[in-house]
């Protein structure tokens, strides 16, 4: 699994949002490679092991900084997940295994999982955030 999929993470910067996303991803996959696309660089860097590298973004778009990172993966798979994002259990593996059965799709999607330790209002700005009513979803086949 570990040579198979890079995960990129877009972000600001460096926030307990984005730990709290790493120590989740690390409690699955001790040694996967993450690609960090930052706006800015601090001192928190120093905590992150050997297979996090770093890039900077000069640009503070999303997208941009998806493709950013894009560009410096050489696995078969690459997976996203916002900073602010909590990885299921097995999210990987089960996405690996949809992909590798059903050669005419190219990409597959997750829901949105909250941390059991947010707040009620950071749970109430999730439901607004992905809202249909505030974001547009596109539908698919």
């Known amino acids: 699994m570990e040579n198979k999929v890079t995960i990129i993470i877009p972000s600001r910067n460096t926030d307990y949002l984005l730990e709290k996303c790493i120590k ?3 409690e699955q ?3 996967i490679k993450i690609i960090l696309v930052l706006d800015s660089i601090n ?3 120093k905590q992150f092991d050997k297979n996090i590298e770093i890039i900077k ?3 503070p778009n999303m997208s941009a ?3 950013l990172g894009v560009k410096n993966v050489d696995t078969k798979y690459i997976a996203f997940i916002d900073s602010d994002a909590y990885p299921n259990e097995n999210w990987l593996e089960y996405a690996i295994d949809f992909l590798e059965k059903n ?3 190219c990409a597959v999607t997750g829901s949105q999982y909250n941390p059991p330790t947010d707040s009620f209002e950071q749970l109430c700005l ?3 955030r992905f809202s ?3 974001t547009s979803q596109i539908k698919t086949l």
Do not use: A, T
């Open 57 to 59: 973004s000069e640009n």
């Open 103 to 105: 050669n005419e799709y």
């Open 24 to 26: 989740k991803i690390r």
């Open 65 to 67: 900084k998806r493709n």
């Open 132 to 134: 249909p009513l505030f």
């Open 29 to 31: 996959y001790k040694n």
């Open 126 to 128: 999730r439901i607004v």
């Open 43 to 45: 001192n928190c860097l």
